[in-house]
């Protein structure tokens, strides 16, 4: 059974950075694909970006070139380092494991995804 544990959210003002963290227990991160998903409040869950086995990196729009998705095989956990937060980043974030290696079209897709954490909430504000 694959357990997965998100950490790291919490209140930030705008502008403001926060590094999240996730450790899947019965998985390894670095044979894995795993991605990061956000739920904000009365909204749908929407992809924020995925790391797949061989270190490629897949971000939404929204987020590209503020967040980044890394890993450390050492400690078997996936990082999301988010810079230059809004307000409208504010949502709980969820972290996933997929199921194989999706294919492109399914990859930014929760489908996609097999295992899940219970998220950690992030709250940008002034």
């Known amino acids: 059974q694959v357990h997965v544990v998100e950490s790291g959210g919490r209140w930030v003002q705008p502008g403001g950075s926060l590094r999240l963290s996730c450790a899947p227990s019965g998985r390894t991160v670095r044979t894995s694909t795993m991605g990061w998903f956000r739920q904000a409040a009365g909204q749908e869950r929407e992809f924020v970006a995925a790391r797949r086995n061989n270190g490629a990196t897949y971000y939404a729009d929204s987020v590209k070139g503020r967040f980044t998705v890394s890993r450390d095989d050492g400690k078997n956990t996936l990082y999301l380092e988010m810079n230059s937060l809004r307000p409208e980043d504010t949502a709980v974030y969820y972290c996933?494991?997929?199921?194989?290696?999706?294919?492109?079209?399914?990859?930014?897709?929760?489908?996609?995804?097999?295992?899940w954490g219970q998220g950690t909430q992030v709250t940008v504000s002034s």
């Open positions: 996933a494991v997929a199921a194989g290696s999706p294919i492109m079209s399914f990859l930014k897709t929760a489908p996609a995804y097999e295992y």
